[in-house]
């Protein structure tokens, strides 16, 4: 880089020395455009820089026009678009200056005009880049240079397509049909003939008029040296074949495009033709080979981010890794203000070109992003579907469940009173019979058991909520349970609750926790002060359960607190516990309305 800045410094200092004139700025702008055409970008901004104050000096109106163009130029490829638009700008200051009877004044303000046009195109000022080429193509019509005005009615007529002016951009692209190949210019009477055909397609014009611009464009192709407007045609035929349904046609299109030579270095443009060649292939039926490019899609579109990347990197070992290339430099000094004119209009017109293909690759790749989030969203719906129903079976599970553990508790309950209570009251009556201590030792020992089994049988039998609200069978089942040893407390909040309004199913459920928890409390924990709380958290009841007891630093959890999990999952509440050798608090919060 060293040796480039001084090589440009000894160049200006020469150019400075000769004498401040037309000449001299002609000479800088051809040292700029050969530093430019390698990619020294910066390093041409760099002499354009230092030039600046031989070209506030010069008089020539078409040499400071030429000039502020070029930097406009350099700058627009650096991404300084704000640079860009002063330097066109100082540029159009003396526009008015120039001599509309030179040729050479008039091609520098067309070129002014197309580049501006190309910028505006760029900054999405639509309106402005249609202004600039209504002007380029206005004044183009007076050159004498046919391939000069052949590339502006081209670059010109790309913008009139983005602003749907069909009817002028079929004009002039007709016109440069004819000049270039009058002149023989087969490359840009190709491109011009793709543009003309993608104008025909977008008029809804007959398909034998296309297809006879096609015959055109077919019968010079052996004489076309450029592959990119190879590319470009049949990648817009491709397009239309494939938007008139011509499947066919359109997948012997991507054929040819595919076969060319270069093909690969555009790596966005293979994925685009893979990508919408499996859908003509689909559309005849072909499903061998539409899988074979949907898959060459997919390969391209995973390795797509890693090949730019290396090709990034490769760019920038090119552009600095050469220092010989330096020498090129004087060589490419001696060329003519024509080329370097004729490369700003193909620098121009490469840039249009790269906007329609990027709004075609943009407008393809949506679609496949819109249909991927379509497939995803229906994938959704699919699995909220079977975890609701999945949802909806565990509950059902849950509450035949619980409907049949209340039911063999009232079986049970029945089986112990009406069975074990009355043999164990007939033994009592049978021994009661006979005199002695030891009888009456037996008979207090049956009457104890039988009452402990009387109890148990009433605890597995449900409560009848019709007759006491679930507050007063709690509270009373609490009290039956209290002793000097364990005090039971029981609240309710707040006070005036109306506790009606629980269905029988939810209240027994609750019966049933708090039932198991004190129960637990006593057996397990040897608790000796237990506090029940519930609270009323709309639209949640919140229940508290909290004892002093032993937790489970000493006890697992068993089978109780797996079936008050399964209570309150039938509920659809939530059951948590904290359990420790200081005590154990339960707190579940159940949905109520």
């Known amino acids: 880089m060293k040796r480039v800045l001084l090589f440009v410094g000894v160049v200006f200092l020469f150019v400075s020395v000769i004498g401040q004139n037309t000449a001299e700025i002609r000479r800088v702008l051809e040292i700029t455009d050969s530093l430019y ?15 600046a104050p031989l070209v506030r000096q010069e008089k020539n109106p078409g040499a400071i026009v030429s000039f502020y163009t070029s930097q406009g130029v350099y700058l627009r490829s650096s991404g300084m678009l704000p640079d860009a638009v002063k330097s066109y700008d100082t540029a159009l200051e003396y526009v008015g200056r120039l001599d509309t009877t030179s040729e050479d004044d008039r091609q520098s303000a067309v070129v002014l005009y197309n580049n501006l046009s190309t910028l505006h195109m760029d900054m999405k000022s639509l309106d402005k880049s249609e202004e600039y080429a209504l002007l380029a193509v206005s004044l183009a019509d007076k050159c004498t240079d046919k391939t000069f005005r052949a590339q502006i009615y081209t670059v010109a007529s790309s913008v009139f397509i983005i602003r749907k002016l069909y009817g002028q951009a079929k004009e002039y692209l007709a016109k440069a049909i004819e000049l270039s190949h009058e002149e023989g210019q087969f490359d840009k009477e190709l491109g011009a003939l793709t543009y003309y055909m993608l104008v025909l397609q977008k008029t809804d014009s007959s398909q034998s008029e296309i297809n006879r611009y096609a015959g055109k464009a077919d019968s010079i192709l052996p004489r076309v040296n450029s592959v990119m407007a190879l590319i470009n045609y ?29 093909i690969t270095s555009y790596p966005f443009l293979l994925y685009d033709i893979y990508n919408n060649l499996h859908l003509a292939y689909k ?28 090709k990034q990197l490769e760019e920038l070992s090119v552009k600095y890794e050469s220092k010989e290339k330096e020498l090129e430099i004087q060589k490419l000094n001696e060329e003519k203000r024509w080329a370097r004119q004729r ?43 079977f975890e609701q129903l999945q949802r909806v079976t565990e509950q059902k599970l849950t509450r035949n469940y619980l409907d049949k553990l209340e039911y063999e508790h009232a079986r049970l309950a029945k ?106 409390a006593l057996k397990h924990a040897c608790a000796t002060r237990i506090s029940v709380v519930m609270e009323w958290k709309l639209p949640n009841l919140e229940i508290r359960i909290v004892d002093n007891g032993k937790g489970s630093a000493t006890h697992k959890p068993g089978i109780g607190i797996q079936t008050m999990k399964e209570r309150v999952a039938a509920l659809k509440g939530t059951f948590t516990i904290d359990s420790t050798m200081s005590g154990t608090t339960i707190i579940v919060l159940i949905p109520v309305f």
């Open 415 to 520: 089986e112990l009173h009406d069975g074990v209570c009355n043999d164990l009251f007939s033994m009592e009556v049978s021994v009661d019979s006979q005199q002695g201590v030891q009888t009456r030792d037996w008979i207090a020992n049956l009457r104890k058991i039988r009452e402990n089994i009387r109890l148990v049988s009433h605890e597995l039998l449900p409560p009848v909520f019709q007759e006491a609200t679930i507050n007063e069978i709690i509270s009373d089942y609490l009290e039956s349970l209290s002793t000097q040893e364990c005090p039971i407390s029981f609240k309710t909040l707040p006070e005036d609750v109306e506790w009606a309004v629980l269905p029988d199913t939810m209240s027994l459920n609750i019966y049933r926790i708090i039932q198991e928890a004190v129960s637990n």
């Open 37 to 51: 055409s390698l990619g020294k970008v910066d390093s041409a901004l760099i002499v354009c820089r230092q030039a």
């Open 234 to 262: 049949y990648q817009i035929l491709f397009v239309i074949r494939q938007d008139n349904k011509d499947y066919q046609a359109a997948i012997a299109t991507a054929d040819k495009l595919l076969s060319l030579d270069g």
């Open 343 to 385: 490369l700003y209009v193909a620098l121009g017109g490469s840039g249009v070109i790269l906007v329609i293909s990027g709004l075609f690759f943009a407008y393809f790749v949506q679609r496949q992003r819109l249909r991927a989030e379509r497939q995803k969203r229906e994938m959704e719906t699919q699995r909220h579907e």
């Open 283 to 310: 559309s005849v039926h072909d499903y061998e080979h539409a899988y074979a490019a949907l898959s060459q899609a997919q390969q391209l579109n995973d390795s797509l981010f890693q090949k730019e990347k290396a």
